[in-house]
């Protein structure tokens, strides 16, 4: 399973960016597909999550109504449409895919750290994971 991001760069405050995760060697739509990201010092955060079989997203509450996660099934491509950018989402974004075969708990849950422990899947059980992309963004 190969998952390549692309798209992070430096960009203004207020602006906008899109990111793109291709994926290989995993069925596309039979999958979990989430953006994490991780900032110097902080701990890697899962900010969206898309399940590929019925498209439902999910976001963390610090990017809901920001962010737009979606998915191209004939590119096998996530894409990550971020807008109303500042410099506190500056972060290395990697997208991370587990299939959605065999789990008790919905794997989007990672986005939602505010759920009990019992009750959401940890970063630890996704399997598969990007080379991550910069985003910077200068205030």
């Known amino acids: 399973v190969q998952l390549v991001e692309s798209g992070g760069t430096l960009v203004q405050a207020g602006g906008s960016l899109r990111l793109s995760c291709t994926v290989s060697?995993?069925?596309?739509?039979?999958?979990?597909i989430a953006w994490f990201r991780q900032a110097p010092g902080k701990e890697r955060e899962g900010v969206s999550c898309?399940?590929?079989?019925?498209?439902?997203?999910y976001y963390s509450d610090s990017v809901k109504g920001r962010y737009t996660i979606s998915t191209d099934n004939a590119r096998k491509t996530v894409y990550l449409q971020m807008k109303n950018l500042n410099p506190e989402d500056s972060a290395v974004y990697y997208c991370?895919?587990?299939?959605?075969?065999?789990?008790?708990?919905?794997?989007?849950?990672?986005?939602?750290?505010?759920?009990?422990?019992?009750?959401?899947?940890?970063?630890?059980?996704?399997?598969?994971w990007g080379q991550g992309t910069q985003v910077t963004v200068s205030s």
């Open positions: 991370a895919a587990v299939s959605l075969f065999g789990w008790a708990i919905a794997p989007c849950t990672v986005v939602t750290p505010r759920l009990p422990a019992s009750q959401r899947v940890g970063i630890e059980k996704w399997r598969y």
């Open positions: 898309i399940n590929t079989e019925n498209n439902s997203p």
């Open positions: 060697g995993l069925t596309f739509n039979d999958a979990a």
